[in-house]
């Protein structure tokens, strides 16, 4: 089993910038892809981004704006959110699975989640 936590989430204002992280362990030997989703209230969990050994994939909505990276060594995947809106405020997931995708139903491991406010 592989256990996921996130942190750094808050709140911040439009335009702003945060960065939120996600801690993994357990059996983390496996060669994993990260995603990272969010939902807000009243909507469907949705992907932002994903990354493999090394390549970022991102949905459109984010992209150019946000950024995720991973640092293996320490087991930790990282979101940087930039020119974050109104529309950015969720709770932001962090996901690990074994395939490339953009599919909630892709991801076996899940963080309890962390949530970013964006105000005006």
């Known amino acids: 089993q592989v256990q996921l936590v996130e942190s750094g989430g808050g709140s911040v204002q439009a335009g702003g910038s945060l960065r939120i992280t996600c801690a993994a362990s357990?059996?983390?030997?496996?060669?994993?892809?990260m995603a990272w989703f969010r939902q807000a209230p009243g909507k469907e969990r949705e992907f932002i981004a994903g990354?493999?050994?090394?390549?970022?994939f991102y949905a459109d909505s984010v992209k150019g704006r946000f950024t995720i990276s991973r640092d293996n060594s320490k087991k930790t995947v990282y979101l940087q959110m930039n020119s974050l809106t109104l529309e950015d405020t969720a709770v932001y997931y962090c996901?690990?699975?074994?395939?490339?995708?953009?599919?909630?139903?892709?991801?076996?491991?899940w963080g309890q989640g962390t949530q970013v406010t964006v105000s005006s």
């Open positions: 996901a690990g699975g074994r395939d490339v995708s953009r599919q909630t139903r892709a991801y076996t491991f």
């Open positions: 357990g059996r983390t030997n496996g060669n994993y892809v």
């Open positions: 990354i493999t050994w090394a390549s970022p």
